[in-house]
């Protein structure tokens, strides 16, 4: 099956930077989501942003959505070391069903 | 408190051993999904039911069983025949389909003794 792609695989920052993770994904997607995993933990969802959406917000988080050019991207602002973890975005492929497609992640380490 | 729980934590496997492994939710989701982790790589999608008594085969399903006996209950079952089955396990479940958002499990670490 189609996976997103995380890039970078892996980012390491200072505590107050920004972080950008993008995705990018082969196929027409009906939603892509991002996920947080803590280390040994389940998955947690952060955001979601439909095809028809472009930017969306939710307290230091911002998705930004390019159908045209099949990417996505995740901003985490003034980070902070309690955002260290993996990223996932996941994609809800049209010719896939409904269910979702994950990519191999970002892991991020924000340092203190 | 809602969520979904998956037991045990740490599961060990025998050589010709069928392990079963357990995943309850009380979120009222119909749909439930099996997903296999190996280190450094995407979730992969193993089973999933979107209705009692009726699941599908994910991408990677050799080598594992499942059964949806109950809305609240999604067992996996790794048998003997799956030759590689260290890996994390995780559970998650979704009202619907994929559409919404799913909810995770904490997963079980399954390793060959």
């Known amino acids: 099956s189609q996976q997103g792609e995380e890039d970078p695989q892996a980012l390491s920052i200072q505590e107050g930077e920004n972080a950008t993770m993008n995705c990018s994904y082969k196929?027409?997607?009906?939603?892509l989501q991002w996920y947080r995993q803590n280390s040994g933990r389940g998955l947690v969802h952060l955001i979601l942003?439909?095809?028809?959406?472009r930017e969306k917000h939710s307290g230091r988080l911002r998705v930004t959505l390019d159908t045209s050019k099949k990417s996505s991207s995740l901003l985490i602002t003034a980070s902070r070391a309690a955002d260290t973890a993996s990223y996932f975005c996941?994609?809800?492929?049209?010719?896939?069903?409904?269910?979702?497609?994950f990519g191999a992640g970002t892991i991020l380490r924000v340092k203190s | 408190d809602g969520g979904i729980t998956q037991s045990p934590k740490y599961l060990f496997r025998k050589e010709g051993q069928n392990v079963t492994l357990s995943c309850e939710q009380n979120?009222?989701?119909?749909?439930m999904y099996w997903y296999r982790q190996d280190p450094g790589q995407g979730l992969r999608l193993i089973y999933y039911?979107?209705?009692?008594?009726?699941?599908q085969k994910g991408d990677i399903a050799e080598g594992y069983s499942v059964s949806r006996e109950k809305k609240e209950s999604f067992p996996l079952t790794v048998t003997s025949a799956q030759k590689n089955p260290t890996a994390f396990y995780l559970c998650?479940?979704?009202?619907?389909?994929?559409?919404?958002?799913?909810?995770f499990g904490s997963g079980t670490q399954l390793s060959v003794l």
């Open positions: 998650a479940s979704s009202k619907i389909d994929a559409a919404e958002k799913l909810f």
């Open positions: 196929t027409s997607i009906n939603n």
């Open positions: 942003i439909r095809s028809n959406e």
């Open positions: 996941a994609t809800e492929l049209m010719e896939y069903g409904n269910k979702l497609v």
């Open positions: 979120l009222n989701h119909d749909a």
């Open positions: 039911s979107q209705i009692v008594n009726d699941f």
